[in-house]
């Protein structure tokens, strides 16, 4: 039985003559989905690209994102540990990458390195997708950090009824929640922070029409609610997204106890992906690209 090829971890435009090349940049990298997503819209749109991997140094990012664009890369997604170094590298801010206060993607444009982040609205689509009303919704987002801060903007733009957010110590939301006040006065959304525990009481909470895990316990096996938060939160009619994918988390499983629909985020992936894709090759492409076809192969 042959070992499978080794995957490249350093994808040098220059090797590439003549075709215009992207990567996703993290560090681990091998496991990303990303390459094949984008292959797919690539062949979807009839597209001459290519799409590899970096994994920079830990420290190294702004170095190697660098010589990724001076070689001639045109575009570059960014994750796992890498957002905030994407932010202060890019010359130029898009209004929701200074919102989200990250930036997963990047592009190089007449000598200037151009950042956005795609992830909230990558949640909006596939939420949408799934048939889940957020407009006039109770939501609660679990977790105060740049992942809950990605995508606070594009589900306030929703017009959700109530939106709270959640975490272990409530200095990290209540910082949130300001910064976010005035999109969410501006939608008539109400919204307010919490702690875990607080969850706990059944007095002052009530079940949530959406509930959200931006918090990365799951790869511990972990959930960041109790299960007497849970119960107070979870009913039959709620819908459990977790934003990390390839597993039923402890957090799923909560909410399938009590009778719940859930959602892992590779839908999320697959939806943020096509907004960087549009964002590069052109956002008339947007009818050649079907992200759930796309969706659909990964799950099967």
Known sequence: ?????????????KLFDGVDVYAVAGNPISHS???LIHARFAQQSKQAMHYGRLQPELGGFAKAAQEFFTAGGKGMNVTVPF???AQALADVLTPRAQLA??????????????GDNTDGAGLVRDLLAQGIA????????????????GVLGPL???SPKHLVLANRSSAKADELVALFAGLAKAKNTTLESATLESLEDAKRTTPFDLVINATAAGLDNQSPLSNTAA??????SSFAYEMLYGKTTSFMQQALQRGS????????????????????????????IDPRVVLAELRS
């Open 83 to 85: 957002k905030l170094d």
């Open 134 to 149: 957020l407009h006039g919704a109770r939501i609660l987002l679990v977790g105060a950090g740049g992942a809950a801060r």
């Open 1 to 13: 039985m042959t070992s499978p090829a080794p995957i490249d971890l350093h994808t040098d435009p």
């Open 33 to 35: 989905k990303s390459p």
């Open 261 to 288: 629909r859930v959602s892992d985020g590779l839908g999320m992936l697959v939806e943020q992906a096509a907004d960087a894709f549009l964002l590069w090759r052109g956002a008339d492409l947007a009818t050649t």
């Open 101 to 114: 206060g990250a930036v997963n993607t990047l592009w190089n444009r007449d000598g200037k390195v151009y």
């Open 231 to 236: 119960a107070n939160i979870f009913v039959p």
């Open 156 to 158: 306030l733009d929703q």
